[in-house]
Each structure stands twice: as C-alpha cells, then as structure tokens.
Nanobody, 115 residues
Framework: QVRLVESGGGLVQAGGSLRLSCAASGSFFTSRTMDWYRQAPGKQREWVAAVTSGGTTNYGDSVKGRFTISRDNAKNTVYLQMNSLKPEDTAAYYC?????????WGQGTQVSVSS
C-alpha cells in the first residue's frame, strides 16, 4: 500500500526558508520519480519539482534557483528545500508518486508567506 505524508509547512516572512518532507510507505519508493505540486486558493494545481530514482532533478520555472528537491532512499523520504520565499509561493504543497498506473497524493501541507 502506498501512503505519502507531508510535513514541514508553516508561516514564514518573505525571503525566509522552509523545508518540506514527504515520508513514503511501501516498497515502491526507491524505483519511482517523486514530485512536489502546489495549489493556491482558486488556482489549478501546479507542478513544482521532481526527482527521479537516480537523483536527476527538474523544476518549474517559478521556483528554479530558489527550491531544491532531494531524496533519501534509506529513509523513504523526499524533501523540498524552499529558499527566498515569496508571497506568491503561498499554497498547499502536495507530494506525488505514480505507481502501477495510479497516482498517489499526500494530504498536503500549508505554506504561507507574508509580505
């Protein structure tokens, strides 16, 4: 069974930093690409970043140079280090994995950035 649990969200001032974590259960983790998405109120869910099983990373244009995705396969955990946060980064952040042709999502963690 696949289960994803995010943590690490909170309220931070503009220019600050947060690190999100996503703990995964199940044997799928080490072989799968893991993603972070976010969704702001009234907006569509937006892809933020991905890390492949081999450690290759990709980022959305809006976060490139400020966010860093990483993974620890020994801990079945993926991280999102967010620096130089802006008010427009305010959103619920979700961990995502695709496995056996199904999409799995965590419950989300809220990030709020004040100006």
């Amino acid at each position: 069974q696949v289960r994803l649990v995010e943590s690490g969200g909170g309220l931070v001032q503009a220019g600050g930093s947060l690190r999100l974590s996503c703990a995964a259960s199940g044997s799928f983790f080490t072989s799968r690409t893991m993603d972070w998405y976010r969704q702001a109120p009234g907006k569509q869910r937006e892809w933020v970043a991905a890390v492949t099983s081999g450690g290759t990373t990709n980022y959305g244009d809006s976060v490139k140079g400020r966010f860093t995705i990483s993974r620890d396969n020994a801990k079945n955990t993926v991280y999102l280090q967010m620096n130089s946060l802006k008010p427009e980064d305010t959103a619920a952040y979700y961990c995502h994995a695709q496995y056996a042709l199904r999409d799995y999502w965590g419950q989300g963690t809220q990030v709020s950035v004040s100006s």
